[in-house]
């Protein structure tokens, strides 16, 4: 079964960090971008993040931009999201998402989601 | 930067009515890259159409994407009752992914 388990959400301060992983399953995940898409508490989808099946390319949103550190390690079929510099703003579910192949960039995959909640 | 805005907000329907939805770019893009996710509660996206008008593995036929341009609309052509959820259009362009506001498909 083709499957994205993320981790590694909790509550932090602000200004505090935290590191986000998500394990793949089910397919060849050095062959796959991903990417992490977050959504505040009852609002829409945010994109955070991508980095291409290889790591030589990641993107950034300009919200995160210089804060937030995304890798990933194909030894460990693991994808990571650090998290620095945390603000009230950041507090949201963070899911991974797979690019799909072929399908023009579009995540065809999507982890269940962790929960970061930043607050003092 | 590009920005999606979808209309309506919120459409309320009733189960075999037909659904249009729209997602209108701030500037021309390519449709290619324009794809639609539906959302329920409590669960993670799912992806519906991609290329503005391919339907994702394992999507019925009642539900199409048309567009181009600025302007692209998914449509379900008879609803289902599992089909009520957030709706969001997404484009990828000039390194970056956005995403629509969304639209909640409610049952009248």
């Known amino acids: 079964e083709v499957q994205l388990v993320e981790s590694g959400g909790g509550l932090v301060q602000p200004g505090g960090s935290l590191r986000l992983s998500c394990v793949a399953s089910g397919f060849t995940f050095s062959s796959h971008s991903m990417n992490w898409v977050r959504q505040a508490p009852g609002k829409g989808l945010e994109w955070v993040s991508y980095i291409s099946s290889g790591g030589s390319t990641i993107y950034y949103a300009d919200s995160v931009k210089g804060r937030f550190t995304m890798s990933r390690d194909s030894a460990k079929n693991s994808l990571y999201l650090q998290m620095n510099s945390l603000r009230d703003e950041d507090t949201a579910v963070y899911y991974c998402?797979?690019?799909?192949?072929?399908?023009?960039?579009?995540?065809?995959?999507w982890g269940q989601g962790t929960t970061v909640t930043v607050s003092s | 930067e590009i920005v999606l805005t979808q209309s309506p907000g919120t459409l309320s329907l009733s189960p075999g009515e037909r659904a249009t939805l729209s997602c209108r770019a701030s500037?021309?893009?390519?449709?290619?890259?324009l794809v639609w996710y539906q959302q329920k509660p409590g669960q993670a996206p799912r992806l519906v159409i991609f290329?503005?008008?391919s339907r994702a593995t394992g999507i019925p036929d009642r539900f199409s994407g048309s567009g181009s341009g600025t302007d692209f609309t998914l449509t379900i052509s008879r609803l289902e009752p599992e089909d009520f959820a957030v709706y969001y259009c997404q484009h990828y362009g000039s390194s970056l992914f956005t995403f629509g506001q969304g639209t909640r498909l409610e049952i009248e």
């Open positions: 998402a797979r690019v799909g192949t072929g399908i023009r960039n579009a995540m065809d995959v």
């Open positions: 500037q021309s893009v390519n449709s290619n890259y």
């Open positions: 290329g503005a008008s």
